[in-house]
């Protein structure tokens, strides 16, 4: 089945305490692409990425970081994560740059206490 | 700069009646619209999308128009059930910069 995995979905960690939230496709996608999701604000990107050892920041990236080793890997990273950074996460991957529509994962609750 | 704005942030309606969203984009190079529906607790899947060089795309209930003379978008709804409560999501593709940038989300109820 054609999907986008994440891992975990939920997240409850102390400030300052490193973590990595996964993201893997399995359809072969050039483009994948972090958002954080937080009410009234929309779906924010934080970072993205064209292909492989190819990464850029979006509209949020302060404090969080991204590596694209394999094609179907997308890792985010929060090296000392706060609690302005509570939110929901979706990692989204799409075949070609944005204009083909994304298939999003299932979403990661991230709590920072 | 890059900017969507979505109207309304809330839609209450009659099961049956109609439902209707809009957006405005700022880019006139736009050329990609896609929309999103996120049911409680879902990820957001794409439902219906439309290209610049189309004024308008149905499927089945759902339809979406594109002025792009007024830079602005529409999602229809027609004949709502209970089951299309969800928030929904516009989108516009800004071509310069290749990305996707979303609307704030319209939380749509449907009453039986």
């Known amino acids: 089945e054609a999907q986008v995995t994440q891992n975990p979905r939920y997240l409850i960690t102390v400030t300052g305490k490193k973590l990595t939230v996964t993201c893997s496709q399995n359809?072969?996608?050039?483009?994948m692409s972090w958002y954080r999701q937080d009410p009234g604000l929309g779906l924010r990107q934080i970072y993205y990425s064209m292909n492989v050892e190819v990464t850029d920041k979006g509209d949020v990236p302060e404090g969080y970081k991204v590596s694209r080793k394999e094609k179907r890997n997308f890792p985010l990273i929060l090296e000392s994560p706060s609690p302005n950074q509570t939110s929901l996460y979706f990692c989204?991957?799409?075949?070609?740059?944005?204009?083909?529509?994304?298939?999003f994962g299932s979403g990661t609750r991230l709590t920072v206490v | 700069g890059e900017n969507v704005e979505q109207h309304p942030s809330t839609l209450s309606v009659q099961e049956g009646d109609s439902a209707v969203i809009k957006c405005t984009y700022s880019?006139?190079?736009?050329?990609?619209f896609p929309w999103y529906k996120q049911e409680l607790g879902k990820r957001p899947q794409l439902i219906i999308d439309?290209?610049?060089?189309?004024g308008e795309k149905k499927d089945q209930r759902i339809a979406v128009t594109l002025n792009k003379t007024a830079k602005h978008f529409s999602l229809h709804i027609t004949e709502t059930q209970p089951e299309d409560s969800a928030v929904y999501f516009c989108a516009a593709r800004y071509r310069n910069t290749d990305k996707l940038i979303f609307g704030t989300g319209t939380r749509l109820q449907v009453f039986p």
């Open positions: 359809m072969n996608h050039e483009y």
């Open positions: 880019d006139s190079a736009s050329n990609y």
């Open positions: 989204a991957s799409s075949l070609k740059g944005t204009a083909y529509g994304y298939t």
């Open positions: 439309i290209r610049s060089n189309v």
